[in-house]
């Protein structure tokens, strides 16, 4: 089983729609989440980091569930610039600060 | 502030040379780290520096990947000799030491093609 599992997608949407991605990770003594973009043939880009009360950034929402080992990534009213790959990203604990990438959810804005 | 920089961005050699890549990481940065993504794979741990010293090589996929940082600066990744499976994009990232919830900055990556 790998650790941190994605739907692979692709996502295709229209303009303004509404979009959600999931994520599930194996091991309970994960400390940190996030989420990273990367578009295509480019560097992975923190998005943003997922706290367990949940928490906002403009149009993207994360939220974060322990007991069910589950993250989630809300994008609202998408724009053709959303368009990319979203990675879900977790880092363990134990002092270490490797971490562990989902393959990725692809996203394909239209207009 | 200059971003984390790779070189060379594209490497094409045969099976069994040698190739070397190269990572500066963000000016001041302490921690750095070497990720591998492989065709069709998501991009995996291989090694943790903190300035000079590995931190962790669990990742480290055998004895032919070798990984320095000499003076704590920049670091190489040595991979002798290539075989076919270690094609892919190898990514370098850094974060500053203090930097404990685990945000890493990527370099752009190199792209590896062992033919």
């Known amino acids: 089983r790998k650790e941190v599992e994605q739907d692979p997608g692709p996502f295709n949407v229209p303009e303004g729609a509404t979009v959600a991605f999931n994520c599930t990770y194996s091991n309970s003594a994960s400390q940190s989440f996030f989420w990273y973009r990367q578009d295509c043939r480019k560097e992975p880009k923190l998005l943003m980091s997922v706290y367990s009360s949940g928490n906002e950034d403009g149009r993207f929402t994360a939220q974060l569930n322990r007991a069910s080992q589950y993250i989630s990534l809300l994008i609202r009213d998408s724009k053709l610039s959303d368009s990319a790959t979203y990675l879900c990203?977790?880092?363990?604990?134990?002092?270490?600060?490797?971490?562990?990438f989902g393959a990725g959810t692809r996203l394909a804005v239209h207009p | 502030e200059a971003g984390v920089t790779q070189f060379p961005s594209h490497s094409v050699i045969e099976k069994g040379q040698t190739v070397t890549l190269r990572c500066d990481p963000i000016?001041?940065?302490?921690?750095l780290y070497w990720y591998r993504r492989v065709m069709g794979k998501e991009i995996k741990f291989l090694l943790h520096?903190?300035?000079?010293?590995?931190?962790?090589e669990s990742g480290m996929p055998n004895n032919r990947f070798l990984a320095e940082r000499t003076g704590g600066t920049y670091s190489t990744l040595k991979v002798q000799p290539a075989e076919l499976e270690d094609s892919g994009v190898y990514f370098c990232?850094?974060?500053?030491?203090?930097?404990?919830?685990?945000?890493?900055?990527f370099g752009p990556g190199t792209r590896l093609l062992v033919l």
């Open positions: 990203v977790v880092r363990f604990s134990g002092g270490y600060n490797k971490l562990i």
């Open positions: 990232a850094s974060s500053p030491l203090s930097r404990v919830e685990g945000t890493q900055y």
């Open positions: 000016s001041g940065h302490d921690n």
């Open positions: 520096f903190v300035k000079e010293s590995k931190q962790d």
